[in-house]
């Protein structure tokens, strides 16, 4: 999942963003593959996906010179209640990787770039534009394909689908709370502060499913750690404010293709013509929704 929280385009991009910003998503794609890989339980990985970040987060922030103290109660408030959220979109999302196809799994994971536009209509008090209108059509009738394909394979399917959904709506309420704070945290230590927040609320979930929280094998969690934590995440916050939500939308759009394809490598899962169609009607909704972004900025 990427972070559409970052400041709109500064900088004229050169080459080496643009390999960042593809870099990190591509990254981001191999997450779900490393939550497939671990033996620890779905909601014990997005546990260790945090907790292992965190000193690695606390250096960066350090290095960065970024502020870990001194906020008002009001903040440190948002940014636990910005981890609690977070944590749950994780379990949410871990969840349904374990039950659907992967290429699926990050395209709805994804989906809050649609569902933050529809909330920022609704708060406007505004009657939606015809690119906003496509954007909504394409993505309900890209979803209702793909869930449709999903009812008809196995109802365990369908169910991580609607995790995933689940997961893009609690995404959608994390990054609804982190722009509250966003401009007096910096980027590496609100990303501690929130995972931070976040463990314990992932490790009581994790026990109340009774999912083994110990690992046998460490480097999938590792890898997943790297993959979504630190490289994916970090090279996003290099990256996104070098772009308009055009490009970052098409970007994004990589992410569903590599997910695809290390499903189909890893896990034998193929895509039928009504998948597809499916896939790139909620892909063109995301771009659609990114676009929409810069026009409200």
């Not at 994804?110 to 939606?128: E, K, Y």
């Not at 008809?152 to 995404?171: M, N, Q, S, V, W």
């Not at 394809?261 to 896939?279: C, H, N, Q, T, Y």
């Amino acid at each position: 999942m990427t972070n559409s929280s970052e400041p709109g385009p500064t900088l004229r991009p050169r080459p080496m963003h643009f390999l960042a910003l593809l870099t990190g998503n591509v990254a981001l794609a191999l997450g779900p593959w490393f939550v497939r890989l671990a033996d620890s339980g779905p909601v014990s990985a997005g546990l260790w996906r945090l907790a292992l970040a965190l000193p690695l987060l606390a250096i960066f922030a350090l290095r960065g010179r970024e502020p870990m103290w001194g906020y008002q109660r009001k903040d440190w408030a948002i940014i636990v209640g910005a981890g609690v959220v977070f944590a749950l979109d994780l379990a949410s999302w871990h969840v349904g990787i374990e039950r659907t196809r992967l290429g699926n799994a990050t395209l709805f994971g994804n989906s809050g770039s649609v569902i933050l536009m529809v909330w920022g209509l609704i708060a406007m008090h505004r009657r939606p534009h015809l690119r906003e209108f496509a954007a909504v059509a394409l993505a309900l009738g890209g979803a209702g394909l793909l869930l449709g394909r999903s009812m008809e394979i196995d109802t365990r399917t369908l169910a991580g689908d609607l995790f995933c959904i689940l997961a893009g709506l609690f995404y959608v309420v994390y990054i609804l709370l982190v722009q509250h704070v966003r401009g007096r945290f910096g980027s590496w230590s609100l990303l501690f502060w929130s995972s931070l927040a976040g463990c314990p609320v992932l490790l009581v979930t994790a026990l109340a499913l009774g999912e083994p929280v110990l690992p046998g094998t460490w480097w999938p969690l590792v890898g997943l750690m790297l993959a979504s934590q630190i490289v994916g995440q970090g090279l996003l916050v290099y990256s996104l404010r070098h772009f308009p939500p055009l490009v970052i939308g098409l970007v994004l759009l990589t992410q569903p293709a590599v997910s695809v394809v290390v499903g189909w490598l890893s896990f034998g899962e193929v895509l039928a013509l009504p998948d597809a169609i499916g896939m790139a009607l909620v892909g063109a909704a995301l771009v659609l929704a990114r676009l929409g972004e810069g026009k409200s900025a």
